[in-house]
């Protein structure tokens, strides 16, 4: 199979050998050319037919974002992944990016000390990304997975008892910030149980993802906190570095987080945290795994299905990569799988179960969120 051809576009000539050195080592990849600023990689992407685009987000004369809403005008196909640095300002503009239409990010190692370790990192970060997003290609063998269901077969799983749902918990990762986009603001601000979410995000991305959300949506929207109460009409992000879990004190539950070992190679991870809803709903979760890449979430939907909990994952055809909910399908562990324009739908369903009206009643706004890029919704009684 021909290695997969990709065009590296940075205005650093130092950052353009040390990407294309870091990825020269495997034989999938073959970097074909490289671009110092937008114009000139518009002008070589019909000349070299890349497979994919790797962008930096700062340039002189073209920078990343004008670079990439042409790319996605001409080629709305191609993968195009954002090259950024790890500030509150490289964090805001990659999430402009993935929200016009960028496949993925990568930070720019800083303060390594060593190009080999500045090499070992761009291959630990990059190249499994890259082999992800361009698997589908025409002619390409698929990353190595076990047999899927087909989304018929997937729901069908033995009949069990409704169960009242008090948790919804959402596992994600590349696709993640623009399917939550999609997702969190058609929830209504009067949902009746409190969300979790894990997306597999640095520090200061979570923050801000959660901001942007936030202003968009009716819900409330924070990166997490230690000790805070889970609440109706409340959505958590697991900040960046940290496992976020939840347990039970008293009456009350609450979010707790931990620096324990990465899980499946991430921090935040999304089996933590679906292993501790398990713990404390029991078969009072739902547990919702959408785009993203990997395996991780598998064995916390283990946990969640074997105390009785519910399972959705997001469809083939509508994620980034399915990595992250196609394990979760080929494992069995699948309630049900649906497009994504379709999950919040069968989310209000499934929560509405063994519910009465009364338990649903309206939770209020909190004053004072600051939104985010995202365009901002109205919302009822603003």
């Not at 990825?23 to 070299?48: C, F, H, K, Y």
């Not at 002619?139 to 269901?149: C, D, K, N």
């Amino acid at each position: 199979m021909p290695p997969i051809r990709i065009l590296i576009v940075d205005d650093s000539s130092v950052v353009r050998k040390v990407l294309s050195d870091g990825l020269a080592p495997d034989v999938a990849l073959e970097v074909v050319g490289t671009a110092s600023n937008g114009r000139i990689a518009l002008a070589r992407i019909p000349q070299l037919n890349p497979e994919l685009v790797i962008l930096d987000v700062e340039m002189p004369e073209m920078n990343g974002l004008e670079t990439l809403a042409e790319i996605r005008k001409n080629y709305p196909k191609l993968p195009v992944i954002m090259f950024s640095t790890l500030t509150e300002r490289g964090a805001a503009t990659t999430l402009d990016a993935l929200a016009l239409g960028a496949s993925d990010y990568v930070t720019k190692p800083s303060n390594t000390g060593s190009l080999e370790v500045t090499l070992a990192q761009i291959r630990e970060q990059l190249i499994p990304k890259i082999k992800a997003l361009c698997e589908v290609r025409p002619g390409a063998q698929r990353l190595p997975i076990s047999p899927a269901p087909s989304p018929r077969s997937v729901g069908a799983q033995p009949a069990r008892e409704p169960t009242r749902i008090d948790l919804l918990a959402i596992g994600t990762s590349t696709g993640g910030p623009n399917a939550l986009a999609e997702l969190m603001p058609a929830i209504p601000g009067n949902f009746p149980v409190p969300i979790v979410i894990v997306q597999h995000m640095p520090p200061m991305f979570t923050r801000l993802l959660a901001s942007r959300l936030d202003g968009r949506s009716e819900l409330t929207i924070r990166e997490g906190v230690p000790g805070e109460i889970l609440r109706p009409g409340e959505a958590w992000i697991a900040p960046g570095d940290y496992h976020m879990t939840v347990e039970r004190r008293g009456t009350s539950v609450l979010l707790a987080m931990n620096q324990g070992p990465p899980e499946n190679s991430c921090r935040p991870a999304v089996d933590p945290m679906f292993r501790s809803a398990a713990k404390v709903f029991g078969a009072n979760v739902l547990a919702a795994v959408l785009t993203g890449m990997g395996c991780d979430g598998v064995q916390g939907a283990r946990h969640i299905r074997e105390r009785g909990g519910q399972v959705l994952v997001q469809d083939e055809a509508s994620s980034v990569v399915w990595g992250m909910p196609g394990q979760v399908a080929a494992a069995g562990l699948a309630d049900a799988m649906y497009p994504l324009r379709s999950m919040v739908a069968e989310i209000l369903r499934r929560v509405a179960v063994k519910r009465t009206a009364s338990s649903a009643a309206s939770v209020p706004k909190a004053a004072g969120t600051e939104p985010g890029a995202f365009p901002e919704r109205e919302r009822n009684g603003s």
